[in-house]
């Protein structure tokens, strides 16, 4: 979340789009029934499935899955043309000026630079134009041609009201309802939230979709402001920590990234991720990365961590090619990746097409698991009848099950939407020999450095040379990992305006990332948590709800990165001199010396707004991209693809460019893009979510869960059910092209059929969290259904939009 | 046996009318007790004689079951001598006599009087449709097969029947008080001739006919 | 689950007043559920149970969200989900949290043949005594709303006790408590009514012409109210009664007859005892005897 969860409150106008709030996060949804109650605010669910939040909706439109970029797409157009949008904002905040460079172009569906055989592009031409000083080129006017406020308006101009239409299915009238209320934000003291969930990043362009949302809330200048911003809604409790810890396979924490293959030197390393400002006098706050970088690395191996090794950049792997999850089990089932430790992951219930994870894990040599529920990847092997009908005889794969603490077990930080880091203490003592997750990596740690310090080995010395600081045998604590994260200072650190002054002495816990050096003085495991425990103590444990303006700013409730800021890119509530756009929300304001306010001010502290410094400090261009440059792999700016498994197949922006059907940048493996389905043999559209009952795969294992959701099943439209013959309670079988699963049917006028392109299409919807094992019945995995294919970026199963066909049991 | 050792004497009740009245009386007290029980606040304390409330929500239905039963196996064999008569109609108009005792001035009595008869019908609609009524309301096995309407409206026919079975009893009663020698029959199964021609004449006369009786 | 004894202003199957010294008499109670706020997320079910130790059977799906599919003695709250095509034409999915009401003239308590097996406290709460309960089920009769049940295992009824455990401590009702979006709010009822007030408002600026309160006063008012979208049509919401009140045959049944049939089988037994005391016992007089001996004779000797 760019916000927080309480801050929703301050909305007045909310789109749920891509996401169920009330569904699956009906803590936080508390605060758009306050919006609601206290601020008179309008609530707009944008669904394939009339859901949990559509029932306490103001307006609800229906949409067929995966086409969310046509819908917003559509909205933009209506903003650009009927000028709805705060163009102060827009002009100062945003590239909107900015011109791109002549050879960028958009043709057929694809742009500039796109080589079919490896289905990606040399994104060369996707920039700004350079002007003689090296910055930018702007036209203030707007009138260039080739400005990005122009190139957008002519790129959304295909996306009518019409278009929307025939292509989402949503209803013109209700559409126009959406950008109505929508354009009704594009003030100064009125703002929109967009909240958002794997309804948006489970799509193979599901990373556009979230971007097409972002671009609606600049045109509106919504970002940065109270009640306003992007808000990913996180499906764990902690899986915000989980991104920022970088457990990506690509990743280092604190979004730091790991080197490629051709990275060999460190110094072009870093020179790559030091990005020089586009614009004058703009912070480019990246430009610090190699203190970042150099902390991070002397948290991990300290002393070892060098000047002459780099600070450890020698030690790190250097990516040879993507190891994200499908890359992953795509090489399991090629016999490429023998072992697997699974640490709290179900992936054989969460990862798609079952049948290729049990063909994947079944070439293991073996599996370890460590997790505190009895989860249905450490059975994958076992016959449990029709719900998973292998034969054990033939798979050797050895599964080691190391059963861990769950949450309420240990103290630790949890992460939340709103990036808050929230300390908690155990409840209870771990049931039998569960362990948590620290004890067992660290006891794996050591015997692995004891065999590498006898055996030698290929290349021991990052295991060997390993920091490993901590007390009691050798075990790390919550405390000590925390501290660690947050980070410290290893020599006495002299200010750099007056040496003689010493800032923080050898020891000390720093304040924040403004202290972090390059010169191995510092460690901070992950800078974006600098100061989470500093020498105030744990930050994360505070428990102070005070809101002294009352606009839901609680700065000493826990601590929230980066730097105990709570909405990021606030310096944009400000107009450009630095008066607040809407007093009664204020964030923060020039003082005329200093910024300051209800939050920690996202930007220099002491720049004059007459200086011009750009209110997005992280971008070297100062300002919000509407166009994307080289960040996205499918284009700078988002274009509506077709889901892999079309109902339509073709796209109705393109439909002559076969190239453009789907994600010309998604990557597809062979044998996965035989697996899909085609629409003769698959003529539903089928869309997987959560139900509020259930937690993942997780409360099944729970009798109060099981008792009130305790049988799987199927959601189809009233119309369809007459199709078909199916009444409220009757057994259905669902199909992909992959396998089938059996479920009881939930016959409802909550699901309508969509007219897409003149024709009729079915929604189907298929809720997990059943499985085999644990309280509830014996159900299905619902992955069963689903294709191997993820978002271009990030690799993001297509979990919400695939084809199935339902019959009668 | 009584009869045979006082061969003047003239059987009424044969053993099994006897054995089953009795059973009867036992049941219906039980019954009568918990059914009041639970019929009235104040008298909650009769829920003792059955073990307490639970017990009596238990035991009530079926000892209602065993009286129901029980009637019908000692009533069914009399219906057609309880049919009412031309003479048992003069009888109820009458009826001011029966009450001042003054019984010379009705119609001659066969076995059972016309109040009798009166008294049997009453009775077997009463245990019928208590029998009804009581399944309908007998939450333990039955009234979750039945909509709360028909539960409410079985519980208040089941209350109102009780009530006229419960008075009619109280007649039955009285009337056996009150005519000598009627509950001594119903112990030893015999009455005197001389109770036969005062109350019954017309059946008296019927037994000592040759042949008839015993 | 009992408060102070003295807290009881009326008690089942007891005709005199209970203790009724203390004052002054606490504010009544109310609980007010929001169906506008509620999202049928079910945790108030949950947090039910988890107060209660209560688990009921891991059931099926009959083709609804409805789970369980009904109340049972293991569970006092249920959601109940119903989806109403609006005469504009727009989708509502209605979604009431079905329970005891806790009516201030409770047919249950009327109902019940055992003394203070329900009781009814000052501050408004009906409460079932399952000590005293004799599980005849009359309470399911007089209850308005359907809601009491009795359990197969030990054959007592049971409903939702508006948490008055947790009220008596100054606690509010465990779903109160857990209630994510504030749909289900506790306090006093004059403050709940007022609290409800606001929600109309701002339902009716929403288009719902028609909102309202739902505290029907057939039974009195109740302690569990609503705030309804659809105030006129309370049976949308999965058949809510649209005018609760006790029964008439269950105010015969337990009203009048009481007195008056009782009264009868006094009279009766005593005009017996008095038609005896006057008329005298019926009794065989000797010249009847005679009479016997001489038909008896001729019948005899014409044999």
Redesign the interface.
Known sequence: MTNHWVDIKNADVILIMGGNAAEAHPCGFKWVTEAKAHRQARLIVVDPRFTRSASVADLYVPIRPGTDIAFLGGVINYLLTNDAIQREYVTNYTDFTFIVREDFSFKDGVYSGYNPDKRAYDKTTWDYERGKDGYVVTDPTLQHPRCVYNLMKQHYSRYTPELVERTCGSPQEKFLEVCKLLASTANATRAATIMYALGWTQHSIGSQMIRTGAMVQLLLGNIGVAGGGMNALRGHSNIQGLTDLGLMADLLPGYLTLPKEAEQTYDGYIAARTQKPLRPNQLSYWQNYSKFFVSLMKAWWGDAATADNHWGYDYLPKLDKPYDMLAAYELMNNGKMNGYVCQGFNPFGSAPNKAKMTAAFSKLKFMIIMDPLKTETSEFWKNHGEFNDVDPEKIDTEVIRMPTTCFAEEDGSLVSSGRWLQWHWKGADPPGAARNDIEIMSDIFLRLRSLYQKEGGAYPEPIIKLAWPYGHSGEANPEELAREYSGRALADLADPKDPTKILRKAGEQLSGFGELRDDGTTLSGCWIYCGAWSEAGNLMARRDNSDPTGIGQTLKWAWAWPANRRVLYNRASCDPSGKPYNPALSLIAWNGKSWGGADVPDYKIDEAPSENMGPFIMNPEGVARFFARGGMAEGPFPEHYEPFETPLGYNPLHPQDLRAVQNPAARIYPGDREALGKADAFPCVATTYRLTEHFHFWTKHVRLNAIIQPEQFVEIGEVHAKQLGVKAGDRVKVSSNRGFIKAVAVVTKRIKPLTIEGKPVHTVGVPIHWGFIGETKKGYLANTLTPVVGDANTNTPEFKAFLVKVERV | MAERNHPALILRHPTRDRVLHWLLVIAFLFVAASGL????????WL?NLTGG??W???LHPFIGLVMVVTFIWFAAPKWRVNQLTASDYAWLKGFRYV???E?EKLPEVGEYNAGQKVLYFTLMACVLLLAVTGFV?W??YF?GNFS??V???G??VH??VA?VL??SI??H???A?????SITSMVRGTV????????RRAW??DM???GAGH | MALQSLDIVRRSATKTPPPSVRGPVPAEVAKLIDTSKCIGCKACQTACMEWNDLRDEVGTCDGTYNNPTDLTAQSWTVMRFAEYENPNGNLEWLIRKDGCMHCADPGCLKACPAPGAIVQYANGIVDFHEENCIGCGYCIAGCPFDVPRISKHDHKAYKCTLCSDRVAVGLEPACVKTCPTGAITFGTKERMKQDAEERIVDLKSRGFEHAGLYDPSGVGGTHVMYVLHHADKPELYSGLAPQPHISRAVRLWKGVTKPLALGAIGLAVLAGFFNYIISGPKEVEPEDDEAARKEQEKAHGRA
């Open positions: 029980a639970l019929f009235h606040p104040s008298l909650f829920t409330g639970p009596t929500t238990i009450l001042s005792g019984e309301i939450r333990r009234a709360v309407r539960v409410r409206l519980a208040l209350a109102f009530f419960l008075v109280v007649v009663i009285s009337a008080v009150w005519e000598k020698g005197t001739p001389g109770w036969a021609y005062k109350h008296f006369r000592i006919r040759p």
